[in-house]
């Protein structure tokens, strides 16, 4: 088992070239009788287009982000993180198999940061070796792989391409970003979201925290951070 502090690998292999322009495009043509194609040709200044967007996106017309996609190839996420992943309705998943991908030797896994310094770690990693040695030995009486991978952990990791809209990002930025998110997948959004503020820095203040965005706490347990919202 290899051991990456680097994990979760996140890529942003693909992402509108002019995303700030193409919002721009969208909220105009809701309002000009022009055809979108030549509000698209028309120069507009940088200030210009992101004081018309932030305007409409404080208004709430979400809609118009929709049209910027982004796609991430992600490793070394664990399968219980990815559980958690594809519960977002309005993104698309290309993961690794376990029906047809089999696993050789010990299988990649990862500890979690409570594990690491205990008196359980040793266990742990025992455990592991044990699930390996018994999953190989199922491959080699013939056990289909489809069936052999019923005993394999939620810490085993896993890869995917995974896409989504802007909108959808932005939710997954404000959900996921919460201290209340389990480590692993909060840290893997952070790592999304930084790749697409590099692109864009206007973008950062929408990928945060909810708290952050709405200046208060609507979870049922708090951090403190923020004032809680009154039930």
Known sequence: ?????????????????????????SCRTCYSADY??????????????????????????????????????????TRACTHQLVR?????????SQRYVVEEGQFEYITPPTLKNGE?????????RKIAELYE????????????RFILPNAATSSLVTSLNLREMIHLANLRLCVSAQHEIRKLVKKMC???????PWLGEYLVAKCEKNG???????????PQQVR
């Open 1 to 25: 088992m290899t051991e990456n502090n680097e994990f979760p690998i996140v890529n942003l292999i693909n992402a509108p070239e002019n995303p700030l322009k193409l919002i721009y495009l």
């Open 36 to 77: 979108p194609y030549k509000i698209w040709e028309k120069d507009a200044d940088e200030e210009k287009m992101l004081k018309l967007v932030k305007k409409v996106l404080q208004s709430g017309h979400h809609s118009t982000i929709e049209h910027c996609q982004y796609t991430f190839t992600i490793s070394g996420v």
């Open 88 to 96: 977002h309705r309005h993104m698309s998943f290309s993961q690794k």
């Open 120 to 128: 359980l770690h040793a266990e742990y990693d025992s455990l592991m």
């Open 137 to 148: 030995k199922m491959i080699e009486k013939g056990i289909p792989a489809e069936d052999a």
């Open 194 to 200: 930084k790749l697409v503020v590099e692109k864009e």
């Open 216 to 226: 208060y706490c609507d979870e049922i347990r708090s951090c403190g951070r923020f």
